[in-house]
């Protein structure tokens, strides 16, 4: 299987703006963002989706939750965000590299409007 577009990123193959990076992961603000701030938190290690986690991830993936704490801390947005983790080509994945989602800037209310 090829490396996904986020491999790449981390790999430096293309470049991109770290907003944070450490031994296990790195974050990077999303090229379509959807709310005023949208930054994704990827691990280094290609986990292609949650679901094909492993019980040795357990400590990565509560790093990636603290990341994200930071990382919306940087951005502004600390008091309110959301994170989102899409699981599937049914919910709209499309890449197949285990991300977070940091969103926020936005009222729940203007959010649930889309
Ligand atoms: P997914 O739908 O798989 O959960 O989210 C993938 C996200 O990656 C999308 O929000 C998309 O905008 C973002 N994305 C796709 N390609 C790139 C890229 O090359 N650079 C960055 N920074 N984000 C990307």
Same mark, same amino acid.
């Given at each position: 299987?090829?490396?996904?577009?986020?491999?790449?990123?981390?790999?430096?193959?293309?470049?991109?703006?770290?907003?944070?990076?450490?031994?296990?992961?790195?974050?990077?603000?999303?090229?379509?963002?959807? =709310?005023?701030?949208? *930054? #994704?938190?990827i691990p280094?290690?290609?986990i292609r989706m949650l /679901?094909d986690a492993?019980? !040795?991830?357990?400590?990565?993936?509560?790093?990636?939750?603290?990341? =994200?704490?930071?990382? *919306? #801390?940087?951005?502004?947005?600390?008091?309110?965000?959301?994170? /989102?983790v899409?699981?599937? !080509?049914?919910?709209?994945?499309?890449?197949?590299h285990l991300h977070?989602?940091?969103?926020?800037?936005?009222?729940?209310?203007?959010?649930?409007?889309?």
């Open positions: 299987m090829s490396a996904s577009i986020f491999s790449r990123i981390i790999d430096g193959e293309i470049p991109s703006d770290f907003i944070y990076e450490d031994e296990h992961c790195i974050a990077i603000h999303d090229i379509n963002p959807q =709310a005023p701030v949208h *930054a #994704l938190v280094r290690k290609p /679901v492993q019980p !040795e991830d357990q400590a990565l993936l509560g790093h990636l939750m603290l990341v =994200a704490n930071k990382v *919306a #801390l940087e951005l502004g947005v600390g008091e309110g965000f959301r994170l /989102v899409n699981n599937g !080509e049914s919910v709209g994945m499309t890449i197949y977070l989602h940091i969103m926020g800037g936005r009222t729940y209310a203007e959010q649930s409007m889309g």
